[in-house]
Nanobody, 123 residues
């Protein structure tokens, strides 16, 4: 089994910054893509940022230039640095990872979600 645990959420004023972390643990051979999603009340979950194992990144238009995704492959951790936060960034932020588990003779690839961390930006 694999667990993803997010941390770093909280309440911040508009223009402020937060840094989210997501640590993966359990039966892990390696992790392919790691992503951050968010879901605001009454809205669908949306992709915020993604990073491959090689470090290539992709961002939603709404956060480009303000958010930065990064990862530590040795520690199986992904980060989301959020600057210049706006009230519309208020949401629950979820970590997602594509994890490869098993042995050198048999491997399984599966996606996992964290439990989410609340980010609230006041105006």
């Amino acid at each position: 089994q694999v667990q993803l645990v997010e941390s770093g959420g909280g309440l911040v004023q508009a223009g402020g910054s937060l840094r989210l972390s997501c640590a993966a643990s359990g039966s892990i051979l390696r992790i392919n893509g790691m992503d951050w999603y968010r879901q605001a009340p009454g809205k669908q979950r949306e992709l915020v940022a993604a990073i491959t194992s090689a470090g290539s990144t992709n961002y939603a238009d709404a956060v480009k230039g303000r958010f930065t995704i990064s990862r530590d492959n040795a520690k199986n951790v992904v980060f989301l640095q959020m600057n210049s936060l706006k009230p519309e960034d208020t949401a629950i932020y979820y970590c997602n990872a594509e994890v490869v588990s098993g042995t050198r003779w048999y491997q399984e690839i599966r996606g996992y979600w964290g439990q989410g961390t609340q980010v609230t930006v006041s105006s």
